[in-house]
């Protein structure tokens, strides 16, 4: 599954990931301000934050963007020299631009969130009739979010316009590496399913849960300092009344309980599921074998096996009922987590309207953030039923045990025990 797209694929996501963990690391403890030997030094301590679309093209993201370059290239350059695959430029070159992308719609959300105060206190200002101002003015203020949504949109339209291909290119790799084992892989139950679908699927969900878990991380990263500056104006909050950093240590005790919640309902769901798809195969497999012989897939056989779908069916949508029941309460609950937290300082008057939407939003970004698995778990699910799946074939190839339950099917298959013979599950 990895082996066809990357190089050596344990060392390269341990390479990645501490090679990323460096980079950060050395960007903020010393890296920010190397930008100052070429002419692009950080903003000095206490500068307020550049309203609007200019910030992208101000001098500190200017050296970010060609420091994030520099550290793409060293990395590929060493993969290339080192162990050079035939998919390495989209493997590393095409996955460094999507993360890229994700890392400049993350910061285009919080370029909005600056945006919030100033606008949000000037339009309480007009309520309450403390400042005069023109309907110029008042389009002029609304200009830079119309700016930046239209920007934040593009960038949302090109990355999945790339994802797309990157997708597509992890299937192929799939596909062209199976399909050169053929002879070794056909005899597996469902074998042409897992090749035509399963790999597609396999590579769509990867991709999904992957730029998700970083839009996480840098959601988190950049973020968690803008929630930390708004503390000054949030002193408690309900149940841990006045402590340090207060809106951090709300959030995470709030996603660690959802976090916690979540997979506790839902840890039997990728087993479940995974029962489905064999039950869905057999079904499958029999009305093929009637396509070319007269006596398969005869209405009695048929109907029985269509019976297994729907007793799993019916199993899987049960155990859904009480996981949805605790996710989307959590979720909805989530809400208005933020302003539970806010409500001392609500009711104290400590803040502005523009101070609450700025403490708002900065909260569900990082709720959202530690939130990872409650949005990802069925997901996750259905990733874990389809690598099940594609295991035996990873098995097979490196001549190692196939899982038990594809073990039990081939065994049955030698023994002359027909599809409606074998179990559910």
């Known amino acids: 599954m990895f082996v066809s797209f990357f190089p050596q694929p344990k060392m390269f996501f341990l390479s990645a990931t501490l090679w990323s963990l460096a980079a950060i690391l ?69 996955s460094a631009l999507i993360l890229f992308l994700i890392y400049f719609s993350v910061q285009v959300s919080v370029a909005v969130n600056n945006w919030y105060g100033p606008f949000f206190d000037y339009i309480n ?46 299937r192929t790799a799939m596909n062209d590496y199976f399909m050169e084992q053929w002879s070794r892989l056909r005899h597996i139950e469902g074998a042409s399913q897992r090749i035509q679908e399963d ?63 979540v997979m506790i309902a839902g840890i039997k769901l990728p087993g479940l599921q995974f029962r489905n798809q064999r039950v869905e195969a057999a079904y499958r497999k029999e009305l093929v074998y009637g396509e070319d012989h007269v006596d398969r897939a005869q209405p009695p056989l048929v109907k029985e096996l269509f019976g297994n779908v729907r007793r799993n069916y019916f199993r899987l949508y049960g155990h859904y009922v009480y996981f949805n029941v605790i996710r989307y309460t959590y979720l909805q609950a989530d809400n208005i987590v933020s302003f539970l937290v806010m409500g001392p300082a609500l009711v104290a008057g400590t803040i502005t309207l523009g101070l609450l939407n700025q403490v708002s939003n900065a909260f569900g970004r990082v709720t959202s953030s530690f939130q990872f698995l409650v949005s990802s778990w069925s997901t996750i699910v259905e990733l874990l039923s389809v690598r099940k799946r594609l295991k035996a074939f990873e098995a097979t190839l490196h001549g190692e045990e196939l899982p038990e339950i594809d073990r039990r099917y081939l065994e049955r298959e030698k023994a002359g025990i027909r599809p409606e013979d074998q179990p559910a599950a």
């Open 26 to 94: 050395f960007w903020f403890f010393g890296g920010a301000e190397l930008g100052g030997l070429i002419g692009l030094p950080p903003d000095a301590a206490g500068t307020p934050p550049i309203i609007g679309i200019s910030v992208f093209w101000s001098k500190p993201f200017l050296w970010f963007y060609l420091y994030f370059a520099a550290c793409v290239g060293i990395f590929y350059a060493f993969w290339n020299w080192y162990s050079p695959h035939p998919w390495q430029r989209w493997s590393i070159l095409v």
């Open 125 to 170: 200002a007009l309520i309450n009739k403390t400042v005069q101002s023109t309907i110029g003015e008042f389009y002029s203020r609304l200009a830079p979010f119309a700016w930046l949504a239209l920007i934040g949109m593009n960038v949302s339209v090109i990355n999945a316009f790339i994802v797309s291909h990157w997708i597509f290119r992890w």
């Open 199 to 261: 790999t597609m699927r396999f590579a769509q969900i990867m991709e999904d849960l992957g730029t998700s878990m970083v839009a996480s991380i840098m959601t988190l990263i950049a973020f968690l300092p803008v929630l930390i500056g708004l503390e000054q104006y949030v002193k408690e909050v309900p149940i841990f009344g006045e402590i340090k950093h207060p809106l951090v240590v709300a959030a995470i005790a709030w996603c660690l309980f959802g976090t916690v919640a």
